[in-house]
């Protein structure tokens, strides 16, 4: 009911826009020669001596527009500022944004370090690594404040391993785009078809697709890092750093699909203010 509401108020919207674009306007009547058409007053003559020339009237709607302007707030030139569920760095996600420069590989390494190393990371992973400890997962770490020590430090290097190589040493060599460019538009099923589908897909710099190469190669070679070197000596083998592989990549999987629909929901729950009149 509330989806039936929402098309028939922006069917009519559209339908009173269109007819206030189409409405014919009444021709001004031509002013007195002299007389400033917009203010009615005299303008000096040019001719006259002493006398300088008014200033002509520039029209707004030869100014340029400012493109600072019509970018979503949320966004900042090539990056975001945008946090899922307002507090998770969502900063590689790009709303309506079709033509936009490639990044350069410093602002690549520079924008996955503000995410990786942005304070709420810290908490994210402390949560699982209390989680971690709970269920008793890879169990060589032990238990106590030593055993919690290892689970986080094993878990907050994970995800920046992980996100350097995926988002920017392998962008940066491959020259692709780590950004995720949101649909913004169609069916529930269609845009979660594209999210899923960035997995295996994603821009170059010069805005082609191209197999996703930073994304399911930077996983397994931060997953291969990750086993083999930090975690326990136990779980040291191929079948565990493939198990490990899936994980970063499903999950990766999923938080596309929730980059994708985290902007309708921020809409609704925080709608933009209505903008004032002069």
């Avoid at 996955?112 to 209390?130: K, Q």
């Avoid at 930073?214 to 070197?229: H, K, L, P």
């Amino acid at each position: 009911m509330k989806r039936a509401l929402l098309a028939v108020t922006f069917v009519g919207i559209c339908c009173w826009n269109s007819v206030a674009q189409q409405a014919p306007v009444p021709p001004r009547p031509d002013p007195p020669a002299g007389v400033d058409p917009a203010s009615g007053t005299l303008v000096p003559d040019a001719s006259s001596p002493g006398i300088t020339p008014a200033t002509q009237p520039v029209d707004p709607g030869t100014q340029p527009q400012n493109s600072a302007q019509n970018q979503n707030p949320q966004q900042t030139r090539g990056t975001s500022k945008d946090r899922l569920f307002f507090a998770l760095p969502n900063f590689l996600t790009l709303e309506n944004a079709k033509n936009v420069p490639p990044l350069t590989a410093a602002e690549k390494f520079k924008v996955t370090a503000r995410g990786s190393f942005d304070p709420i990371e810290y908490v994210w992973y402390g949560a699982l690594a209390g989680v971690s400890q709970l269920e008793n997962s890879e169990g060589g770490y032990g238990q106590g404040a030593a055993g919690y020590g290892k689970r986080y430090g094993a878990y907050f290097a994970d995800g920046t391993i992980e996100n350097f190589w995926t988002s920017a040493i392998l962008p940066s060599l491959l020259r692709q785009d780590p950004r995720y460019f949101q649909m913004g538009k169609g069916g529930f099923w269609k845009r979660t078809g594209y999210a899923m589908s960035r997995i295996v897909v994603t821009r170059t710099d010069s805005g082609h697709n191209q197999f996703n190469y930073s994304e399911v190669f930077g996983s397994a070679v931060a997953s291969g890092i990750s086993t083999y070197t930090y975690h326990p000596r136990g779980d040291r083998n191929l079948p565990n750093a493939m198990s490990v592989w899936g994980t970063q990549v499903g999950w990766d999987t999923c938080t596309y699909v929730v980059r994708e629909f985290w902007p309708d929901i921020r809409r609704k729950l925080h709608p933009p203010k209505p903008k004032q009149g002069p």
